[in-house]
């Protein structure tokens, strides 16, 4: 089975300080796992993905990752937030041996100016 | 990146009639694609996975007799709500997976969908 924790509802964070959106997950293999936006009234935008090699990804918009295999997680960040930055972001996992994705509840990032 | 296309964005119907919501993905070839629901401040449940040529295959719950998914194509599936009911108004997404190997599904924009 695969899981993905992502335990907050809600990160509120001053425009220029730095975010950390947080996700855990639960695999019997090696995990690909993937952040996505959504804005409102929209699809999913892909940011990143980790699937093999430096633990530690970069993504679209600023955004970047780290794959930490011990704690089973791998937090969303950025250095500096910007109020475009406010969506919801989604973190999923694949084990490699499942088709489908499983996604995390959300989080509401809300960037205040 | 990979662009996923879905059409219409937004549709209208009166209760009873057959909506069809396409997916297309428009600069790759997708041999699997997902079709998801999505309610207001919830994530995305996965309704079915489609390859192409083949039937789809169907999450635990989801009525395949009233969602029909056809993958016609490498570029296209389809979803076709039949006999819609109120309680089908929901924002459906759909997904592709670049044939690629690049493991990374897109996303359509999204289709929302509201049933008289």
């Known amino acids: 089975a695969q899981s993905v924790a992502q335990p907050e509802d809600q990160v509120n964070v001053a425009e220029g300080n730095p975010l950390t959106v947080k996700c855990t997950y639960s695999v019997s293999g090696n995990p690909y796992l993937f952040w996505y936006v959504q804005y409102p009234n929209r699809g999913l935008q892909f940011l990143l993905k980790?699937?093999?090699?430096?633990?530690l990804v970069k993504g679209s918009y600023g955004f970047e990752a780290e794959f930490n295999k011990s704690q089973t997680s791998f937090h969303l960040k950025k250095p500096s937030a910007l109020v475009s930055d406010s969506a919801l972001y989604f973190c999923?996992?694949?084990?490699?041996?499942?088709?489908?994705?499983?996604f995390g509840k959300g989080t509401m990032l809300l960037v205040s100016p | 990146g990979a662009v996923v296309s879905q059409h219409p964005s937004r549709v209208i119907c009166k209760s009873g009639t057959s909506v069809k919501i396409e997916c297309r993905s428009l600069d790759f070839q997708a041999t699997t694609m997902f079709w998801y629901r999505q309610f207001p401040k919830q994530s995305l449940m996965l309704m079915a996975t489609s390859n192409e040529g083949s039937k789809a295959t169907y999450e635990q719950g989801v009525e395949k007799d009233k969602f029909l998914i056809n993958h016609a194509s490498l570029t296209l599936s389809t979803l076709t709500v039949t006999s819609a009911h109120p309680e089908d108004s929901s924002f459906y997404i759909c997904?592709?997976?670049?044939?690629?190997?690049?493991?990374?599904?897109?996303f359509g924009p999204g289709t929302r969908l509201l049933v008289l």
């Open positions: 999923a996992v694949r084990d490699p041996g499942y088709s489908t994705l499983t």
């Open positions: 980790y699937i093999t090699g430096d633990n």
């Open positions: 997904s592709a997976r670049d044939r690629g190997g690049q493991e990374t599904q897109y």
